[in-house]
């Protein structure tokens, strides 16, 4: 069997909008549904004995109910979505996606509109494993250049030949017209295996001005001398012609391939493309999040409207990272004892310290909204990094001076720690080279 899809509670409605899902992408005599109707043992244990005895390639998991009953570990839809996942019982192992549940997406047109596209992704994500259309992104050779030592080997060995060399840039996300406008690392693929990324800057390393110039003199003659892969030429040209002073004239163009296809419809970014026709994940997933959070520092932060210093602010700069955190955490429980202690009291028998307390409250929906920044951050950084209190205070100072200098927009890879960046920073290069060698087979076909 190919499909054991697995889903809890779903009305008739709900069935059969799946079916005619289902129906559209994949023969559905190789797939079998489970629609749990409870939280009983029995019913999970028989249906945990009938995957065993199916042996399914793929576990589709519809919603979080039935996501939790597969998965003891799991948390959210949002970040477990749309991905491979390790499945285990009692000795039979295979692979799990997990999606949203047609019950949520029939809640309402919102609902529809917003993640119906999203549910029809996971669903054919699934289906191209099982054919075996994904591309393993685990197998790739991805290579990083701190220095010009790095880069000049990795050229040598790889780039120097490449037929079609493929090109991607990193800013520091200033207008492309703007004197402030910096390009702070790039990547270059010879083909779809392998790919550098050479960086410039991050939040705790910076190349040497000496290696940089090399390394951008070695680039510029190399992409002035022959034709190269870009996805979005309309940004990729006037970046490196800004920064560097060449003109991009010879290049073909993976976006553009990507919106003759589609016909005018929006979906033609590189990640979007990627994850649609190729099955790769998002693989800017932890970059995202760790510049939401520092962004939401900046944000939350920041002077009041009428100007004042937040006292919170003033622990981060004076104190750092481990001692906001602590001062929130301490806060938060000491009102949860307080409210516990004081449950059942006559006001009267309540001391004016516990009162004090509960009148406090906890945090207010700025400082909760903090404290998660604070948190993920920590647990993001520590699975990154063997001593993340350094980098964890690097990343409160950098939130400081974001303040400081009234910073808003995007924020810049500058002010990302370089384990986050360099894991996957030459994806986006190998990533074009891989959806242009699917575009020109889909566009030979049609």
């Known amino acids: ?63 979080a109910e039935a996501s939790r009953v597969l998965d003891e570990n799991f948390k959210y839809i949002n970040s477990s979505r749309g ?19 047609p019950k949520f997406l029939l809640v309402s047109d919102a609902n529809m509109e917003k993640y119906g596209p999203v549910f029809l992704q996971d669903l054919e994500y699934a289906v191209k494993y099982v054919k075996g259309e994904l591309v393993d992104i685990t197998k790739k050779n991805l290579q990083y250049a701190k220095t010009y030592a790095d880069f000049k080997e990795y050229f040598d060995q790889c780039l120097k030949d490449a037929k079609l060399p493929a090109y991607d840039i990193e800013t520091n996300a200033k207008d492309t017209r703007s004197a402030a406008f910096r390009i702070i690392g790039y990547s270059l693929a010879p083909n779809s295996d392998t790919g550098i990324y050479v960086i410039k800057e991050s939040l705790e390393y910076k190349m040497s001005d000496e290696d940089w110039e090399k390394c951008v003199n070695l680039t510029k003659e190399y992409i002035s001398s022959r034709k190269v892969l870009v996805h979005n030429i309309m940004y990729e040209r006037p970046s490196t012609l800004n920064e560097w002073g060449v003109n991009i004239t010879n290049f073909e163009d993976s976006l553009i391939k990507s919106r003759l296809l589609l016909g005018g ?28 959070c520092l962004g939401t520092l900046r944000d939350k932060l920041k002077p009041t409207p009428m100007g004042k210093v937040r006292e919170d602010y003033a622990i981060l700069k004076e104190q750092g990272f481990a001692s906001l955190l602590d001062v929130y955490t301490k806060k938060v ?75 808003e927009g995007i924020i810049p890879y500058s002010s990302v720690p370089m384990n986050i960046i360099t894991k996957y920073g030459a994806l986006d290069s190998i990533g074009t080279q891989d959806l242009n060698d699917y575009l020109d087979r889909r566009i030979e076909k049609d």
């Open 265 to 292: 419809k929006t979906g033609a970014g590189l990640k979007q493309q990627c994850a649609k026709n190729l099955g790769y994940p998002d693989w800017d997933t932890d970059l995202h999040v760790y510049l939401t």
């Open 83 to 101: 991905k491979l996942s390790a499945y285990n019982n009692e000795g039979f192992t295979t692979k799990m996606v997990i999606t949203y549940s």
């Open 333 to 407: 429980n000491l009102y949860t004892e307080t409210l516990e202690k004081c449950k059942g009291l006559e006001p009267e028998l309540i001391s004016k310290e516990d009162k004090v307390v509960l009148e406090k409250g906890s945090l207010d929906n700025r400082e909760g909204a903090v404290k998660e920044a604070l948190e993920t951050l920590a647990e993001l950084i520590g699975n990154y990094y063997d001593n993340p209190a350094e980098i964890l205070e690097l990343a409160a100072k950098e939130a400081i001076n974001l303040i400081d200098i009234q910073h």
């Open 1 to 63: 069997m190919n499909y054991f899809i697995v889903s809890k509670s779903l009305d008739d409605s709900s069935l059969e909008y799946l079916g005619g899902i289902l129906s559209s992408i994949m023969d559905l005599s190789e797939g079998k549904i489970h629609n749990l109707s409870s939280d009983s043992e029995a019913e999970i244990a028989g249906m945990k004995i009938e995957i065993r005895q199916c042996q399914p390639k793929v576990i589709i998991s519809l919603g």
